[in-house]
T-cell receptor, first 115, second 115 residues
Framework: KNQVEQSPQSLIILEGKNCTLQ??????????LRWYKQDTGRGPVSLTIMTFSENTKSNGRYTATLDADTKQSSLHITASQLSDSASYICVVSATNRSGYSTLTFGKGTMLLVSP | DAGITQSPRHKVTETGTPVTLRCHQTENHRYMYWYRQDPGHGLRLIHY???????DKGEVSDGYSVSRSKTEDFLLTLESATSSQTSVYFC??????????????FGEGSWLTVV
């Protein structure tokens, strides 16, 4: 069964500090991995996408890494801001030989950035 | 912004009553999805559509039906609402983004409370 596990479940950091969120997956056949940010009361918004051949991808202060061998991804947030307070969701896509894709969602990491 | 509008955004209904949630998109996307999001479960797929009158079940489809009579509208119906269907419902579309492959874009959510 395809699974995506995220850690930690929740995290509190001080404004200006860095943090790293983890995502471990057992999804096959792997197609890509996305990180979404979900503000309270809003829908999730895509931050980055990682394909099999990519190790690192940045989007402003967000940097995602992917290790396809160990099936792990991380999302690093640099110089956190209050607006970074949100839930971060890891989503892994599997595409079979027929081209049919399925998504497996992690439960998310709730980040609170404190002043 | 992927031009997704959900209605109603908030609804309180009584057990046993029918409820219909509407998802409207303005960009003519073929694929549309309904997810529910609950604490401890993350996002779970209820039903999806791959064209007008073409729909299929997701992992938590029991108690739900959908219809898509027009490309722009995807309706989710709870025939007889139960308290276990109290949740936040997200509509989503799939869009082909240059350089990023297919991306799932979510609406703002519909908060449903069944009392």
């Amino acid at each position: 069964k395809n699974q995506v596990e995220q850690s930690p479940q929740s995290l509190i950091i001080l404004e200006g500090k860095n943090c790293t969120l983890q995502c471990n997956y057992t999804v096959s056949p792997f197609s890509n991995l996305r990180w979404y940010k979900q503000d309270t009361g809003r829908g999730p918004v895509s931050l980055t996408i990682m394909t099999f051949s990519e190790n690192t991808k940045s989007n402003g202060r967000y940097t995602a890494t992917l290790d396809a061998d160990t099936k792990q991804s991380s999302l690093h947030i640099t110089a956190s801001q209050l607006s970074d307070s949100a839930s971060y969701i890891c989503v892994v896509s599997a595409t079979n030989r027929s081209g049919y894709s399925t998504l497996t969602f992690g439960k998310g990491t709730m980040l609170l950035v404190s002043p | 912004d992927a031009g997704i509008t959900q209605s109603p955004r908030h609804k309180v209904t009584e057990t046993g009553t029918p409820v219909t949630l509407r998802c409207h998109q303005t960009e003519n996307h073929r694929y549309m999805y309904w997810y529910r999001q609950d604490p401890g479960h993350g996002l779970r797929l209820i039903h999806y559509s791959y064209g007008v009158k073409d729909t299929d079940k997701g992992e938590v489809s029991d108690g739900y039906s959908v219809s898509r009579s027009k490309t722009e509208d995807f309706l989710l119906t709870l025939e007889s609402a139960t308290s276990s269907q109290t949740s936040v419902y997200f509509c989503a579309i799939r869009r082909q983004d240059s350089g990023s492959g297919n991306t799932i874009y979510f609406g703002e959510g519909s908060w449903l409370t069944v009392v």
